[in-house]
């Protein structure tokens, strides 16, 4: 197969799922061409999933497919803007028609779940990676940076923290499962939760209404508990026990290192039911965990040494 | 150097070139958010490039970042679109700070001359490789497709063709030159215009207002002849001796396979004064090669045999 036949392969896959009235040039041309909502604001983030890294070494298509555009999307719900539109580059070292045609359902699949279009992309000969560009839509003014966080306000968290740090020393015996089986698995299995993140779309409402600040979790609970406050005099206090984690989750790791693309976020306590409302309403589990300190402090009760830890993961 | 300290490094080499008054939240918080302008399209193109396929294995920093930078904007240009944002995800194994600093400043170099803004990316562990996503801006409705020419529209093609052929092998032998002293080379010396593609941005607005159909050539110019007819009935005749070429570039070799960057467009006879002033004041050297068949025959006068190389490149 060529690249015209695999690009043909993949946009049958994807089918027509997501198809936005908005888009007046998708896949095919030199670009796509969307016609952008007035009073909206136009949000863009890029991420990258290396093979091996990112995800397992050989890990089925379908799987890796759905977790990119998890991964990507998550960015764009951190700001409160609802995702929309996604291009994707693959590069894959040869043209493995049946992981290409599994990989773009993950896509399809994820894009349903996140109510996302693919509007375009690329494919070459490399080692396989993807790169996902997300756009996402916000009304004008409105997206929620990382760094806004108010003294007094209550520290949130979704879902549950944990769940790499336990998948990756198991995962070596792990005989791959189909998307739709590990789909069910998300909320009792540590494997199926870390291959597929959650997709936060339903809560995106509530997070641009009420969040003062917001980040997805990506590299340790303690350095995107630094991005909240990053530039302010203030600090924070958490409940170490109130942080929601998988059993036998060790809270340490999650401190240092977590992937679990869930939102930490930051609210006013007068929006406290509210909140609860609204995660009720959309299903979407969340926990309080602490306050913002109007002073510098770093507080965990009961007492945690984490200092050393807030640097964040790196690749290098 | 940890991936925050990259990153820093990255944004400082960056500076403030072409920063817009338009980007609410830039490089640093989990996406980028732009006030879109009201009665403008949102068009978006992805662009990978692979080390040792896009560009020679080695390269220089400052010459992969400004030939990236490139690549990405020519699919905007095609669009009739002015080319705003850009987003770029580097994988790289090693944190290489020269390098990588180099391939800021060619990133830079390309922006200005663009007059385009780096609003995000991603850096990873990883072979080799960067991804760019390329956003511009075009009036409503105006965006111009590949596919759309008419009968017996001219055919035209800016700057000239076939300097990639002609770099490759002799570039075995080349000593890297820096970025600013190959500038001044790319209307002299294939292998300057090879690494460096030419950036349209100031014909956009011709394309815009007189092109029927655009697109960049990136498969061979025959492949792309295609794309200007695709779906209608309609062919093309090509005065072959009218494609401007580098001197001792082989024409069928052109036809088959040539990523020029250029842009080969088609505008009705009515406008040729126009594209002609217009390729003039902009500096922007423009030769017109053929017109639009009503019919569907491809004629190239003289003769040449092409029906077997219109599949474009392939990577596989």
Request: aromatic share 6%; net charge negative.
């Amino acid at each position: 197969m060529n690249e015209v036949e695999l690009i043909n392969l993949i946009l049958d896959r994807l089918g027509t799922a997501g198809r936005d009235a908005r888009l007046k040039i998708g896949p095919g041309d030199d670009a796509a061409v969307v016609e952008w909502e007035p009073e909206q604001d136009v949000v863009v983030s890029t991420d990258v999933c290396v093979d091996g890294v990112h995800v397992p070494k050989d890990c089925p298509g379908d799987l890796v497919g759905y977790r990119t555009v998890a991964m990507s999307v998550s960015d764009i719900v951190a700001m409160g803007a609802v995702p929309r539109y996604l291009t994707i580059a693959l590069t894959i070292e040869q043209p493995d028609v049946d992981w290409i045609a599994a990989f773009a359902d993950g896509v399809r699949d994820a894009c349903v779940e996140a109510d996302t279009t693919v509007i375009g992309g690329n494919i070459a000969k490399g080692v396989k990676q993807i790169s996902a560009t997300a756009i996402g839509t916000v009304r004008r003014g409105q997206a929620i940076h990382r760094h806004t966080a108010k003294p007094e306000d209550d520290i949130w968290v979704t879902g549950r923290l944990g769940a790499t740090q336990l998948a990756l020393p198991v995962m070596t015996a792990w005989i791959p499962q189909g998307l739709s089986e590990l789909r069910q698995l998300t909320s009792t299995d540590v494997i199926a939760r870390y291959l597929l993140p959650p997709i936060r779309t339903p809560f995106v409402e509530c997070l641009r209404q009420y969040a003062s600040a917001c980040t997805d979790i990506t590299d340790g609970l303690a350095f995107e508990l630094e991005q909240l406050i990053s530039g302010s005099p203030h600090g924070y206090r958490v409940e170490t026990d109130e942080i929601p984690l998988w059993s036998s989750a060790v809270l340490d790791d999650v401190l240092a290192n977590d992937d679990s693309y869930e939102m930490l976020f930051t609210s006013s306590k007068e929006n406290r039911e509210a909140v609860l409302h609204y995660g009720k309403n959309s299903h979407t589990p969340i926990s309080r965990i602490g306050t913002v300190l109007p002073t510098a402090d770093r507080e965990f009760v009961p007492a945690r040494e984490v200092q050393s830890r807030i640097t964040g993961f790196s690749h290098f």
